[in-house]
T-cell receptor, first 115, second 114 residues
């Protein structure tokens, strides 16, 4: 079974600075998808960024980018120019490519942004 | 506005009572999902449905039941057999049960069993 590990329960960043959130996963599959979801205090889950394992290029969405290291099974999220609105829980998630594959989430990390 | 609605936002029930959580989507999505979120835990999959009148158990289906009579609706019943039902419940949907498709989430229902 696939597992997703987010070992840091909390992190803090100064506004306008850069922060990196770590995620590792375990799988025997060669093709899969990785996601970062954001859950702000409203608790509405929002997709931040998505990475296809077969793509070597790291995904980027505005201030959000990932560092995908397939061999190391690592998928970290970098937030540049942090804003107060970035304060939230962030979940890393994995999904295989099988017809009945499900989304497996890590336990999440709480990010606080200091003004 | 297209989206997913869950009602109510907060729900209180007495121990031993069944309770049904509502989930409706107007995104024309085929697949729908129910997750449970507990403090310090990620989201855990309870049930999912890829098409109308079909659904599959997720990782923690015991004590829960679902139905999918309409494409737009996927209600979850928390039965008295669920030993620890107090939690935050999230419903999601996606265009199809395909790995790269984004799952869109509803605002959630906080269930407290007294």
């Amino acid at each position: 079974a696939q597992t997703v590990t987010q070992s840091q329960p909390e992190m803090s960043v100064q506004e306008a600075e850069t922060v990196t959130l770590s995620c590792t996963y375990d799988t025997s599959e060669s093709d899969y998808y990785l996601f970062w979801y954001k859950q702000p205090p409203s608790r509405q889950m929002i997709l931040v960024i998505r990475q296809e394992a077969y793509k070597q290029q790291n995904a980027t969405e505005n201030r959000f980018s990932v560092n995908f290291q397939k061999a190391a099974k690592s998928f970290s999220l970098k937030i540049s120019d942090s804003q107060l609105g970035d304060a939230a829980m962030y979940f890393c998630a994995y999904r295989g490519t099988g017809a009945n594959s499900k989304l497996t989430f890590g336990k999440g990390i709480t990010l606080s942004v200091r003004p | 506005d297209g989206g997913i609605t869950q009602s109510p936002k907060y729900l209180f029930r007495k121990e031993g009572q069944n309770v049904t959580l509502s989930c409706e989507q107007n995104l024309n999505h085929d697949a729908m999902y129910w997750y449970r979120q507990d403090p310090g835990q990620g989201l855990r999959l309870i049930y999912y449905s890829q098409i109308v009148n079909d659904f599959q158990k997720g990782d923690i289906a015991e004590g829960y039941s679902v139905s999918r009579e309409k494409k737009e609706s996927f209600p979850l019943t928390v039965t008295s057999a669920q030993k620890n039902p107090t939690a935050f419940y999230l419903c999601a949907s996606s265009r199809r049960q395909i790995s790269y498709n984004e799952q869109f989430f509803g605002p959630g229902t906080r269930l407290t069993v007294l």
